[in-house]
Every structure is written in C-alpha cells, then in structure tokens.
C-alpha cells in the first residue's frame, strides 16, 4: 500500500498579494510526516502584485505556472495539477485560512488508514474557527446536507479547500469545472466511485471578510448547487 514517497502541495493563487509569500513559507516549514515536499503555485493572471512576487522565486522545489487567460479557480486548480509529480496531492489556498500545521493530521489517514482521499472540515468543531457570518454557514450546511443525501454520506464540510487525494485518484476524477463549482464536482465524482476510502479530519480555519479580500460571493450557492445536481443526475464525466 504505502509507496507514497513525494507530496504535492498545490497552491491555486489569485491577487493574494499580502498572503502568498507567508504561505508559501508556512508550507515549506509544514511537517509532511516525512513525504518529500513539492509545491505547484498556478496564478490565474492576477492583478494585485501576486505575478510580481512569484516572480521572484528561485526555490527549485517551488514550481510556478503563470496561466495566460485568467478564468476561475477550478481551472486555476486543473493548471496547478497537471504540474503536480508527486504521490499525494494536497490542495492548499493562498490566503491563510487554512494553516499547513494541519498538514500532519490530513495526511496522517494516508500512512495509517489506506485513505484515498481526505478532507480538511472546519466544522467538525474539533478544532479552532473564527466567529462568522450565519448566511455563510447555512449556505454551507445546506450544500452538505444535499451531498450527504444524494450520496448516502456523512460529510461535514464539502465545501472546504483543504483535499488531499492519492494522485490516481484524483486524475481520475478529470476535472471540468472552471470556477468555484469545482468543489461540488469532486465530492460528487469521489462519491461515484464506490469503491475510494474517503476521510474528513479536523483542521483550524482563519476566515476573512470581504474587506480582508474573501471572494466567495451569495451567487457561488447556487452555482455549487446546480453542481452538485448536474454531476449527481446529468454528467457521468
Ligand atoms: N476567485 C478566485 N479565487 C481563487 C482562484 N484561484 C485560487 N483562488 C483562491 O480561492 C480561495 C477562495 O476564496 P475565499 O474568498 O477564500 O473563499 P471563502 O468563502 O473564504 O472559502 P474558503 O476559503 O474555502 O473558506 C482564495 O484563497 C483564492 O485565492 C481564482 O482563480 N479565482
Ligand atoms: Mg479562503
């Protein structure tokens, strides 16, 4: 089972000036439980600074890819993967909401529980979270419930960032999704696949608000919903 040797931790980035460069540098100090560490940075054309400073990285670990056409974050996503060597693939976002200290827990399912994919949930209340709005976690609530029944699960959070997938598996999953709904899309194709071994583990969330340059906005439920409903009812692959 455990031929995994190499870590990819993939960064999808998008004007994240004041946060890439700590989080770059909280990834490269994570405890990868002893996995060889690679990181794969996309920047989907941003506008901030963000280009700028990755431009300056010299670290031969760290590979960049600068997308031409700027489009969502699940194209961002799908660009990042394609440059990814590793044996396990550790999505990561930019912004510092999630924390790469959560990296022994999330990956610690692949070493001790032949794990395919896993989870990082924020609202198992196992760990800290910010205080927040009550629309986002309803919003949230309800487009778990709906993958829960759709898919005879027991997610808590289908809806967060931190995913870690065997490289097989989610290359399988050929992603299509150019934006946000691409979170939906990964739950509802894992979930397909009768046969993966799906984790969810705690981990800490650190959220923003929109003046601290939260992107979300009320219109991706509704995207992440019909998501959900097309992959469930519509779409095969
Ligand atoms: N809009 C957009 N966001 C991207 C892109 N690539 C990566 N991201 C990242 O996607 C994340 C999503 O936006 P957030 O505003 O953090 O969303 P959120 O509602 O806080 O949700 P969580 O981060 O999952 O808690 C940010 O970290 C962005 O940097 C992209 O191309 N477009
Ligand atoms: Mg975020």
């Known amino acids: 089972m455990n031929q995994l040797k190499k870590l990819s931790v993939i960064i999808p980035a998008y004007n994240e000036v004041d946060t890439i460069n700590e989080c770059i540098d909280r990834v490269l100090h994570a405890n990868t439980l002893g996995l060889e560490l690679e990181i794969v940075i996309s920047d989907n054309v941003s506008t901030d600074g963000t280009r700028e400073k990755l431009k300056k990285i010299t670290n031969e670990?760290?590979?960049?890819?600068?997308?031409?056409?700027?489009?969502?974050?699940?194209?961002?996503?799908?660009?990042?993967?394609?440059?990814?060597?590793?044996?396990?693939?550790?999505?990561?976002?930019?912004?510092?909401?999630?924390?790469?200290?959560?990296?022994?827990?999330?990956?610690?399912?692949?070493?001790?529980?032949?794990a395919d994919v896993v989870y990082g949930s924020r609202l198992t209340g196992g760990k800290y979270h910010r205080v927040f709005g009550i629309l986002h976690l309803f919003a949230n609530k309800f487009l778990t419930l709906s993958a829960n029944i759709l898919y005879n699960a027991t997610f808590t959070d289908i809806e967060t960032a931190t995913k870690v997938f065997r490289k097989d598996v989610i290359t399988n999953l050929n992603l299509k999704s150019k934006g946000f709904e691409i979170e939906p899309e990964i739950t509802s194709k894992i979930m397909k696949n009768k046969t993966l071994r799906v984790f969810e583990v705690p981990v800490t969330h650190a959220a923003r608000n929109y003046s601290e340059g939260k992107k979300v906005r009320w219109w991706h439920f509704f995207t992440s919903l019909a998501s959900l409903i097309k992959w469930r009812f519509i779409k095969y692959n």
């Open 61 to 114: 670990n760290i590979i960049i890819h600068f997308r031409k056409n700027h489009s969502g974050k699940g194209a961002n996503v799908i660009s990042a993967l394609k440059r990814t060597t590793g044996d396990i693939i550790l999505i990561q976002d930019a912004d510092l909401e999630y924390n790469p200290k959560d990296y022994p827990s999330v990956l610690e399912p692949f070493f001790h529980a032949n």
